[in-house]
């Protein structure tokens, strides 16, 4: 008989893996990880559910019943972008520009590589249509818009089978009259259409961003809409009755309906959730700044926290640097390097690593299907890191030859190196290439990163952890407890967050506190309709607003947060001080005698989840602590090469527990290994806090 | 795993080679993040700058081109630095130059350099540079048309200490202020650039506590040696031989007829390979000249555009080059002539030369003619705030690349030894900011030229310009179009036209500064790339794309591709098929 409890499930879909965390309300957690099902994502969803629910001894429709949230972190929209499979749309544009989206500011990323093509656009030319209007930068309307335009766009569109059309007009972030009419035209003409608005999808200056996120939105929107529509009816005719919720770029989630028509919110929403995991981890801990590192099969997202907050950026890019994504996201640093990546050498003979992966098919050579070339997972395999046995819980026998092979026909015999030694070489390009990540996101952005914790996650992560550290001069590691399933634990800890925008163009001074309140009170508006329809109560709603601000003249803002009453009464005691020291801090001057001028106002509209905290549990006595399960040799540096390394299962370590390094810490989707001067111990609530 | 032993011998280590290597790019990339984050000024915001590490012989060690024409000028700045100073250089010390006969390239691109001291010992350098809005002299911006000799361009700035000893050499500082328009803007990217050196010598420092200096030294050695390798394997791949090509430019600046050309015999000799430029004409009496360090580096990164581009761009994958600049020619003038628009000239002639010298020997690999240089800058008063206020032109003035075997052309790209680099300004920012108002800014359709892979497209911009005491000084080469390889034809060339309030309409030439009544209508054509190939034998699928997307009109299709269309339009294939397979057999019989 099993009693009744109320469960929150999270559910994140990758590369590779899918993986679940299941969290009862005493705060147990269980984890399970599937492969993936790229062609099929929901099915991946309903077969881990399964697992769940038969790992309780229960049918999935009692499973669902007793779930009040299901968390979905997807990564439909990225791979829709990757692999080229999004929506067939069009983009209208005011006359005379309808090429800016593929003009892309006139750069290109290598400057010395004439070979590759140019990316093609998301929409080519022929389907971007010209609609006579114009608006100024005033935002003063010079030329109508002329419906008859809009019309024959539409017919275009629906001869050539688009499914979604976006509308990007000039300076519409200042005066959406324009779009709204086009819109409501359109609506009327072809009511089936998906439709993106520049001004509604992101409202902000700068035409060539805004427009290619507006029609990435379009491009993912059809997508996103048909599998949450699906899944939600799919979950309810299992039984499901609680909320389901989809996980956004912006470290926030959304209602599948919102998922849908903003599509483009939800593009990162996998990385993200991995922030987020490292957010919940520094409350958890007390460790409130730290850098997460989050390695998977295929690809490594770096995010910095500063004072329990990640940072959030509206500069990403996506589809390998090709499209810009002008909406607030967590400042998420991807790279190439996964447990899958190649290692290869260069023609004079440097060694690489990525970002080429193996991927979940062949995968490296140590699974056995096939895969020839060498990856980091054959090199840990090769340097003892990895118990071949105790891979994937177990589930996945690993080759062992079949790394050495690969390593020794693509890597060693060139650089007249053994085999072994190359491996090394491996391990410590890919940590190299980490810790440059870790330094972009830290140092790029004026911290230095000694000043933070490590969080290390992802089934690849723990065993890197003390290198990469080590690497930039970071002290502190935190593994946390079920690091292998990290960005599906992060969703757990979030809540709804909405952003919302207005360009505004003004001195940060006495003459602006007129309408910077009127402003605000518009974007609060705007927020309350959005949380009132996400059903939270007034009670549960919290509204963070904060101004983009910089020196007059310069052309990169910086977001500095309001003091409360600030928004409403348009006066700023505190704002400026805060804008020169954050200056100060991030581009090491500030210049206090220059005017600081108003660029964007923004408020952040946060609608509450409940949560469920992890119980502590006390640190047991020293004499049951656990003893190794048994001693491994492992490769520890060139000097020493093989030693024998003591091995511990980490089902059985408790609070309290520690150990000097050199050791390796079995879990079972992940190997932690503590390096030789490091020490590690289990916090109260299971997590590993490493040392030096 | 603690680090590798340093020991003197320093044996090297392959894995480390690497580590080191990736450690350099990502101190050079730092330093950059330093000068762009916080800047005012126009020119660093679109990345028109480089940063880079040097030793203490001054050989390149790293550098991050955001510029690739900018970058190879460091190690002739560093070396006339070293050659005046001698032993006069020690710890703290910060160094300025702008100098074009001391090593530099453009009198606006201006670098600083900064010793680093280890154990005692000057090692190495880290240095940033990047254009100037103005550093004073006749002309805001610094583009004086009319120039004769250097004093007419821009305040010259030999090598000079600003800091010495940590300390704020005041006098120096104030005499480089007093000079300049826009003292407030220069003296902030002035911080921001030695604030670049400043980073990257904390993390240089930080890797010589790490490993040592012998070990580093030992490494950077062999990673030049592997880039040497990389480079000498690429030129292995070559037949020997000479091969020759000419380049020209038309207009000076003092006479619109004159003409210069460069003459290159390019000689491929085992792994070595070496641009003559001897037999090019003599020097110009107005601003077009190259500089020694302009005229090298436009060679070097062309050559680096046809070659692996993961070849690290350092002072080993240079040694295998030689390029000789006959002094006293107008690629390498003597003192004391004017050269502020000598980047422009070695772009266009210089790159186009050793495109059509390499096309005998690596077709695979050339690209035909990018657009040449051609763009203006206004200058004037913002009738919106009263301030004086410059913009160069870069949101008009990009180009299409040339087409090359396998790929068009890119579109709206820029001039060759730019590579894509310099972010334009994005419009809306633009308008905002600027008394600028576009009626338009597209591709211009034909602008690429035809070929079986087609030149880039050139962008077409229509702005009226509502500013006051406004002037707006040309420069670059609207005579010459983008050239078409192996049967491709030329791109379009540059053109500007302007149009007074009053009605009156100007052909813009280059070369030459125009005074702009208020309202004044700009329009501008910035050229296309060449196409690459016999456009009979383009793909057909890709005729009918560029047909349907409006890259080519109906007219060009049927003209240079030989299509035939249908009675809506559209491609017929069928009927283009056999038209073009009468058209080249009429061809080849000679009708």
């Known amino acids: ?692 | 795993m603690s680090a590798p032993a340093t020991t003197a011998d320093a044996s090297v280590d392959p894995i480390l080679v690497s580590v080191i290597g990736k450690h350099l790019e990502n101190i050079t990339h730092e330093m950059g993040i330093a000068m762009t984050r916080s800047t005012s000024s126009p020119f660093f915001q679109v990345k028109d700058m480089c940063t880079a590490i040097l030793d203490e012989r001054a050989r390149l060690l790293c550098q991050k081109e955001y510029l690739p024409l900018m970058a190879y000028t460091f190690p002739t700045m560093l070396e006339a630095l070293l050659k005046f100073f001698g032993d006069d250089v020690g710890p703290g010390d910060v160094f300025i130059t702008n100098d074009v006969f001391y090593g530099g390239n453009q009198a606006q691109d201006l670098a600083f350099f900064r010793p680093l001291f280890w154990e005692g010992a000057l090692r190495y350098w880290t240095a940033t540079k990047g254009h100037q809005v103005d550093l004073g002299g006749p002309i805001l911006g610094g583009y004086n048309p009319r120039a004769r000799e250097v004093w007419q361009e821009t305040v010259r700035i030999p090598p000079l200490k600003v800091y010495e000893g940590g300390k704020l050499r005041r006098d120096v500082w104030n005499l480089l202020m007093e000079n300049t328009r826009l003292p407030r803007l220069v003296g902030r990217d002035f911080q921001a650039m030695i604030g670049g050196c400043t980073v990257g010598e904390r993390r240089l420092q930080a890797l010589l506590q790490r490993y040592g200096h012998p070990s580093v030294h030992a490494h950077i050695d062999a990673l030049l040696d592997s880039s040497e390798a990389m480079m000498r394997l690429e030129i292995e791949r070559l037949p020997d031989g000479a091969y020759q090509a000419e380049a020209s430019t038309q207009d000076d600046g003092q006479d619109k007829e004159a003409v210069y050309t460069a003459r290159l015999a390019v000689t491929i000799a085992g792994s070595s390979i070496t641009f003559d430029f001897s037999g090019s004409d003599p020097q110009a009496p107005g601003w077009i000249n190259g500089v020694y360090a302009t005229a090298f580096s436009a060679a070097v990164c062309s050559l680096f555009m046809c070659v692996d581009p993961l070849i690290p761009r350092n002072d080993g994958a240079m040694r295998p080059i030689r390029v000789l600049l006959p002094e006293g020619s107008f690629l390498n003038a003597r003192y004391p002539a004017a050269s502020v628009r000598g980047n422009f000239t070695c772009n266009d002639v210089i790159g186009d030369s050793i495109m059509k010298a390499l096309a005998q020997v690596m077709p695979e690999r050339v690209t035909a003619g990018w657009a040449r240089s051609l763009t203006g800058s206004i200058a004037g008063i913002d009738p919106r705030t009263g301030e004086k206020y410059y913009d160069v032109m870069f949101i008009s003035n990009r180009g299409g690349s040339g087409g090359t075997q396998g790929t068009d052309g890119w579109s709206y790209i820029g001039i060759l030894t730019l590579g894509g680099g310099i972010t334009v300004q994005d419009l809306e920012i633009h308008e905002r900011t600027k008394p600028h108002f576009f009626h338009e800014l597209e591709f211009a359709p034909d602008a690429g030229g035809a070929g079986r892979w087609r030149g880039g497209l050139g962008a077409h911009s229509r702005f009226t310009v509502f500013a006051r005491d406004t002037e707006i000084v040309m420069r670059g080469d609207n005579s010459n179009a983008p050239f078409g390889l192996f049967g491709g034809r030329p791109g379009r060339r540059g053109e500007c036209r302007l149009e007074q309030a009053n009605g009156e309409i100007v052909e813009v030439q280059a070369n030459e500064l125009y005074t702009l009544r208020r309202a004044a209508q700009i329009e501008f054509f910035a050229a296309g790339g060449g196409g690459f190939g016999n456009p009979l034998e383009r793909d057909l699928d890709l005729v009918a794309d560029d047909l349907r997307n409006g890259f080519i009109t109906p007219e060009a299709a049927v003209r240079d591709y030989g299509a035939v269309l249908n009675a809506d339009g559209s491609l017929n294939h069928a009927a283009s098929a056999a038209r073009r397979g009468q058209l080249r057999a009429e061809v080849k019989s000679g009708c």
């Open chain 1, 1 to 692: 008989m099993v009693p009744p409890m109320s469960l929150r499930i999270s559910v994140d879909t990758g590369g590779t893996f899918t993986d679940f965390v299941c969290l009862d309300d005493s705060g147990e957690a269980q984890v399970t990880k599937i492969l993936s099902l790229p062609e099929n994502p929901a099915a991946a969803v309903f077969a881990g559910l399964r697992q769940i629910a038969a790992a309780r001894g229960l049918p999935l429709s009692e499973l669902l019943a007793s779930t009040t949230n299901l968390f979905f972190g997807t990564t439909l929209g990225t791979n829709a972008v990757l692999t080229g499979t999004g929506a067939r749309l069009g983009l209208l544009t005011t006359k005379g520009f309808r090429d800016l989206l593929e003009m892309r500011r006139g750069t290109r990323d290598h400057l010395y590589d004439n070979k590759t093509p140019p990316p093609s656009p998301l929409v080519p030319r022929y389907l971007r249509l010209p609609i006579t209007e114009r608006v100024d930068a005033a935002g003063e309307v010079i030329i109508p818009l002329r419906a008859e335009d809009v019309a024959q766009a539409c017919a275009t569109l629906r001869r050539e089978e688009a499914e979604a059309v976006a509308v990007a007009f000039l300076h519409a972030y200042c005066n959406p009259k324009h779009e709204r009419e086009a819109a409501a035209l359109l609506a009327r003409l072809w009511p089936q259409a998906f439709l993106s608005l520049s001004s509604e999808v992101a409202p902000a200056i700068g035409i060539y961003e805004r427009t290619s996120t507006t029609v990435l939105n379009a491009y993912c929107g059809p997508l996103m809409q048909r599998f949450v529509g699906r899944l939600q009816e799919e979950l309810r005719g299992a039984g499901f009755g609680g909320s389901a919720l989809v996980m956004q770029s912006n470290g926030g989630m959304i209602s599948p309906a919102d998922a849908g028509r903003f599509a483009a919110r939800t593009i990162l929403s996998g990385p993200a959730a991995g922030a987020m995991a490292g957010r919940a981890l520094a409350r958890q801990t007390g460790i409130d700044t730290c850098i997460t590192l989050d390695m998977g099969g295929t690809s490594t997202d770096v995010c910095l926290i500063e004072a329990g907050e990640p940072i959030v950026t509206t500069e990403a890019r996506l589809g390998a640097g090709r499209y810009r994504l002008n909406l607030p996201t967590l400042d998420i640093h991807t790279i190439g390097a996964g447990g899958g990546s190649i290692a290869w050498l260069d023609r004079g003979g440097l060694l690489h690593v990525g970002p080429q992966s193996a991927g979940a098919q062949p995968g490296p050579a140590c699974y056995g299907r096939g895969g020839r070339r060498p990856t980091v997972t054959d090199a840990n395999v090769l340097l003892g890191c990895i118990a071949p046995e105790r891979f994937f819980g177990g589930r996945m026998q690993l080759d062992s030859q079949a790394a050495r092979r690969a390593i020794e026909e693509e890597v060693a015999g060139a650089l007249g190196l053994d085999a072994a030694a190359a491996a090394f070489g491996i391990i410590t390009v890919v940590n190299t290439n980490m810790a440059a990540a870790v330094r972009e996101v830290s140092l790029d952005r004026g911290y230095d990163p000694r000043d933070f914790a490590l969080v290390v996650g992802g089934g690849a992560g723990p065993l890197h952890a003390c290198a990469v550290a080590r690497e930039i001069g970071i002290p502190r590691i935190v593994v946390p407890r079920d690091a292998s399933a990290f960005s599906a634990h992060g969703m757990l800890a979030t809540d709804l967050r909405h952003d919302f925008v207005a360009t505004f163009t003004g001195p940060l001074d006495g003459s602006s506190a007129k309408a910077l309140p009127q402003t605000f009170a518009e974007l609060r508006r705007q927020a309350h309709a959005q949380l009132e329809a996400d059903g939270v109560p007034e009670s549960g709603r919290q509204l963070v607003p904060s101004l983009d601000l910089r020196y007059k003249g310069q052309y990169h803002e910086l977001t500095v947060p309001l003091a409360a009453g600030d928004a409403e009464s348009g006066a700023f005691p505190a704002t400026a001080g805060a804008f020169h020291s954050r200056h100060e801090q991030r581009y090491g001057y500030a210049v206090k005698e220059d005017a600081i001028e108003i660029v964007n106002l923004r408020l952040l509209a946060i609608g509450c989840l409940p949560k469920t905290a992890a119980p502590a549990k006390a640190a047991r006595a020293p004499s049951t602590l656990a003893s190794p399960s048994g001693m491994r040799a492992v490769y520890l540096d060139r000097r020493g090469g093989f030693r024998e390394v003591p091995l511990y299962d980490g089902a059985l370590l408790h609070p309290g527990f520690t150990a000097n390094g050199p050791a390796l810490i079995a879990q079972p989707f992940t190997t932690i290994l503590v390096a030789v001067d490091y020490t590690v111990q289990v916090d109260p609530y299971g997590n590993y806090l490493l040392w030096r």
